[in-house]
């Protein structure tokens, strides 16, 4: 009950440009962007995951970004128009100066509007972001690529509120 409360408190922070004290949480507001630098495949290189999708992540938090994932991605036409999404799983590291943030990783994206979304829930970290909780979103209209692979290489904005005991 009392890390539904502390998300739910975390919700009303959310639009708050400074710092917050919620229960034993102090809280601080993600804005960033996110720029993709490489792709790696295969166990041995990502982790033990299938794929990863490195990258920068410049203004706060500043540091390194590490997508990893074993292939969840699922193509859909949930109204049969022919409209697809492809959704996707995976989790994600962000490394900063002052330590990792590890992060759960669900994403959508429209293939008729181009719109990607990604939400992220924090379920760890090290250093600095022990214990820590909170919400991050990346979200950017992509540019149309056809006949090409859907290109991530930002600019991908991202906010939220990471908080740390």
Same mark, same amino acid.
């Given at each position: 009950m009392k890390h539904f409360l502390i998300l739910l408190a975390m919700l009303l922070v959310f639009p708050m440009a400074n710092a917050a004290k919620i229960g034993d949480y102090q809280c601080n507001p993600v804005n960033a962007v996110a720029y993709v630098t490489g792709y790696l495949e295969g166990p041995e290189n990502c982790d033990g995951f299938d794929y990863c999708v490195l990258g920068s992540l410049t203004g706060t938090p500043n540091g390194e970004i590490t997508y990893f994932s074993n292939w969840a991605d699922e193509v859909l036409d949930p109204f049969g128009t022919g409209d697809n999404m492809v959704l996707g799983v995976g989790e994600e590291r962000i490394s900063t100066r002052h330590g990792d943030i590890y992060t759960l990783s669900h994403t959508t994206y429209d293939l008729d509007t181009d719109v990607y979304t990604e939400l992220l829930t924090v /379920? *760890?970290?090290? &250093? /600095? +972001?022990?214990? *820590?909780? &909170?919400?991050?979103? +990346?979200?950017? /209209?992509? @540019? @149309?690529s056809p006949g090409k692979p859907i290109s991530f290489f930002g600019p991908i904005s991202l906010f939220g509120v990471v908080c740390t005991p």
């Open positions: /379920k *760890a970290g090290t &250093g /600095k +972001y022990e214990n *820590a909780i &909170g919400r991050m979103v +990346y979200h950017t /209209k992509l @540019p @149309p």
